[in-house]
């Protein structure tokens, strides 16, 4: 299952060219500075801009080629705009409704009460889409789209509206959306801290162009991109819960990589968890230390020394199992403990954050 | 009872105007609602000409609009060289008249209207199944229905008022094309005065009833939907 992605854009001053396929599942985000064309894209498989040329086929479905353009509303899809764009005129429920009233019986897999109950609209539903909050308006633009039990959502900076508080209130629900419907989601963002909580694959763009495309957690640590590098670096990490330590108020975590432990989180055993581990919250031992308040220690290799923007530091990658972690240390560091590609070393992780 | 105060010719005369004005609203709907859905969205380069041919009627004499209308539906006129039947003096060519003459205050307010509501909308309901149609009907018409009411008053009680393009291409032929207007015109001449009041008065009030209703509606709906 794939999205295959050639399309070409021309206008005044700004050029889209786009030459990709990516994985019809999970969670994929377009990720880039404002400007780059990632909102563009998303029109285009939208449907929404009929001046792209090329080719577009999801899941095998032809949406548009040379001499097909398959307009908007016969596409299958979900489109969450950025501001909603929830029409005023209905109430919550008959926004809701508008999509799903609009599709086959047949093909109505997600049905109105699952979706109020998922995003937490039901006592909404009679309500006004002028008396409710941003983060209220914006769920239900969410819950409209996958209404129309759609082969692809598409999430044009969906939280970007919102004030932080709005955003962690309504996140939970986008990953509960995620998780219970498997519907598969293009999210356009660039705002770096949701796409690491919420994307399992990632475009990155520049200047209307994909600069590069994979695993989210390969791209975030990858020394030639610009990801990092940012003063936020950080490693994802997939893990699960082994159980708790209710004396001291932790709860265990392990990876492929080894076990960490975290705060006392209110999980269940085996849940999987994604965490993620900043560049600067790690440092590099030669030796296991055995005198350290450091809880977190794992065994790694070196896989390659970057350059860091400030010239007194570098960034490490390091190779924990599969996994990859960063460690951002000072070049006097580096050159003290000789640190070289294939050397096994001790990685100490400060801080571990469920994202 | 009332023809004690009405004379069975003014009598036709208020219905034929009230019919002149609702076949013309009718017309103009139809007619207008495209003209302001292309004004409204289009970048073409003949915009503003086909925005300034709109206005005209709200800037030229009456007289100026019915002599040229006179001219295109009369015996000499283009549409009788291409066969059509002559029109001056028939109502058919009352309400083309009355259509031109109140065009501004029916695609105005609706142009206003259908620009207010954004691409946005619109391309939220197409990415939710909606064809174009669908989309007219059910976010283009409710998110515009102020500018309809506006419309519809403005256009009907226009046409309700209309004296001078009446009188170019109607006449006075009274059960035909004479329009009340003309008509307390005529009890004015003929120094009727209290004919001429009652007419008078009877527009005065069913302008000012209807006005008074489109901005009730109007500002009831801005409550509610602001």
């Not at chain 1, 500075?33 to 498989?45: A, D, F, N, P, Q």
């Not at chain 2, 013309?24 to 970048?43: F, K, M, Y």
């Not at chain 2, 059910?138 to 009907?156: H, M, S």
């Amino acid at each position: 299952m794939t999205i295959e992605l050639r399309l070409r854009l021309e206008r005044p001053g700004f050029r889209l060219t786009v030459d990709t396929q990516i994985p019809a599942r999970g969670v994929t985000a377009v990720f880039g500075r404002s400007g780059c064309g990632k909102t563009t894209l998303l029109r285009c498989v939208a449907g929404l801009e009929p001046s792209a040329r090329g080719r577009l086929v999801v899941n095998g479905e032809i949406w548009q080629d040379e001499t097909r353009f398959i307009p908007a509303h016969r596409r299958p899809l979900g489109y969450v705009f950025q501001e909603g764009q929830l029409f005023p005129h209905l109430s919550v429920e008959g926004n809701l409704r508008y999509g799903y009233r609009r599709i086959p019986a047949d093909d109505r897999v997600v049905q109105p009460g699952d979706v109020a109950r998922l995003l937490g609209l039901e006592a909404l539903l009679h309500r006004r889409v002028t008396e409710i909050s941003g983060g209220q308006r914006q769920r239900v633009a969410m819950g409209r789209a996958l209404l129309t039990s759609p082969r692809v959502l598409l999430m044009d900076e969906p939280l970007a509206a919102l004030d932080a508080i709005s955003k962690a209130e309504i996140l939970p629900y986008l990953e509960r959306a995620h998780d219970e419907l498997s519907i598969p989601v293009l999210y356009v963002s660039h705002a770096i801290d949701e796409v690491t909580r919420l994307a399992d694959h990632m475009l990155l763009m520049e200047d209307g162009v994909i600069r590069a495309e994979g695993p989210l957690r390969e791209l975030i640590t990858r020394g030639d991109l610009p990801l990092a590098h940012t003063a936020g670096a950080a490693a994802v990490i997939e893990a699960r819960v082994t159980g708790h330590d209710d004396r001291h108020h932790l709860t265990e975590l392990e990876f492929e990589g080894g076990s960490l432990v975290i705060s006392r989180a209110n999980l269940e055993r085996s849940d999987r968890v994604r965490v993620r581990i900043m560049a600067r919250d790690v440092a590099i031992n030669l030796t296991r230390p055995l005198d350290s308040s450091v809880l977190n220690c794992l065994q790694v290799r070196v896989l390659d020394v970057s350059d860091d923007p400030h010239p007194g530091h570098v960034l490490v990658r390091l190779a924990a199992g599969d996994a990859i972690l960063l460690a951002r240390i000072t070049r006097r560091s580096l050159e003290h403990l000789a640190l070289e590609p294939g050397a096994d070393v001790y990685a100490l992780v400060k801080s571990v954050a469920i994202t | 009872m009332l023809h004690e105060w009405i004379s069975p010719q003014d009598l036709a005369a208020l219905w034929l105007t009230l019919k002149l004005a609702a076949v013309t609203t009718v017309v103009l709907l139809i007619l207008g609602t495209p003209l302001a859905l292309w004004l409204a969205r289009t970048q073409s380069r003949f915009k503003l000409a086909v925005e300034s041919v709109v206005a005209l009627p709200l800037v030229l004499p009456p007289t100026v609009i019915g002599f040229y209308i006179l001219i295109l539906l009369g015996s000499q006129g283009p549409i009788q060289a291409l066969g059509g039947p002559s029109l001056a003096f028939t109502f058919t060519g009352l309400v083309i008249g009355s259509v031109i003459y109140s065009l501004p205050f029916v695609v105005q307010p609706l142009q206003n209207a259908f620009a207010g509501i954004g691409a946005g909308a619109l391309e939220a309901a197409a990415c939710l199944r909606a064809g174009p149609w669908d989309r007219f009907v059910t976010v283009v018409i409710p998110l515009a229905r102020r500018g309809f009411l506006t419309a519809i008053t403005l256009g009907f009680a226009h046409t309700v008022g209309e004296f001078g393009v009446v009188l170019m291409i109607g006449g006075n032929i009274p059960g035909e094309t004479q329009v009340v207007s003309i008509a307390i015109y005529d009890h004015v001449e003929a120094v009727d005065y209290a004919s001429a009041h009652v007419l008078s008065g009877l527009l005065l009030a069913l302008s000012f009833l209807m006005l008074l209703t489109l901005y009730t509606i109007n500002g009831r709906i801005r409550m509610v939907m602001p």
